[in-house]
């Protein structure tokens, strides 16, 4: 949601007024009202009111409830409001903008992910990637960290096609379980081997993407070392 606030600051030279001058700042005066009053009342959106008709922030906290609604009053998230929320910020707004059976959500309003929606898109696709939340979390801030578009995607195409090999649920779970710390430390161990054999521009993007990646992940557990010390 952005906003924006114009306003233009007139002076007047009180010794130089002449009667028919102030007749002219006092019709100037009417105008302007006269445009305030065609100025609509700002409505809410098409996405807060599917969330209101499904009660989808009743579990939040008041602050969430606020700023949550403050950043779809436009239909629109942006990247720049999403840096504004914690991860764990992050994972209750976008858990909470869908209802849960697919029938509702096939009738739900698209939530537009502004001009960095590909960027966007991934971070969002990252909170409930695997079963291993520090994983999550690492794999959040690595699509957040990575700068160009060209990168990101392959670096989202290089995990991603793990997925298309599941074709129930369990086999999906299995998907799941799989990434963590060992995923990331073999992706880490081949692509250093390829890259020492053909050091071509995409497999480096993916080695710099898979260390980025550990970073973070050590980064998450360390944190949540910390906070339990």
């Known amino acids: 949601m952005q906003v924006t606030n114009n306003q233009e600051v007139q002076s007047y030279n009180y010794k130089n007024i002449k009667p028919q001058e102030v007749k002219t700042t006092s019709s100037t005066f009417d105008s302007l009202l006269e445009e305030q009053k065609e100025v609509p009342d700002k409505k809410e959106g098409l996405v807060l009111a599917n969330i209101d008709k499904y009660n989808l922030y009743e579990d939040l906290s008041d602050d969430e409830k606020k700023r949550f609604r403050e950043i779809l009053a436009d239909d629109t998230v942006s990247l720049e409001?999403?840096?504004t929320l914690s991860y764990e910020e992050a994972k209750r707004f976008f858990s909470h903008m869908y209802p849960k059976d697919m029938e509702s959500i096939m009738k739900s309003p698209l939530v537009k992910y502004g001009d960095d929606n590909n960027q966007i898109f991934m971070?969002?696709?990252s909170i409930h990637m695997s079963n291993d939340?520090?994983?999550n979390?690492?794999?959040y801030r690595t699509y957040r960290e990575i700068n160009t578009e060209e990168q990101r995607d392959i670096f989202h195409s290089s995990i991603y096609n793990l997925n298309t090999a599941y074709i129930n649920d369990e086999q999906y779970e299995q998907v799941k379980n799989m990434y963590g710390?060992?995923?990331i430390y073999n992706m880490l161990s081949n692509?250093?081997?390829?890259?020492?054999?053909n050091?071509?521009?995409r497999t480096k993007m993916l080695l710099d993407?898979?260390?980025l990646l550990q970073k973070n992940y050590n980064e998450v557990l360390n944190e949540k070392k910390e906070i339990y010390a």
């Open 81 to 83: 409001e999403l840096d």
């Open 133 to 135: 939340e520090n994983f």
């Open 191 to 197: 692509l250093e081997t390829e890259y020492s054999q």
């Open 209 to 211: 993407s898979y260390t």
């Open 123 to 125: 971070m969002s696709s």
């Open 137 to 139: 979390k690492a794999m």
């Open 181 to 183: 710390e060992s995923f």
């Open 199 to 201: 050091q071509d521009l």
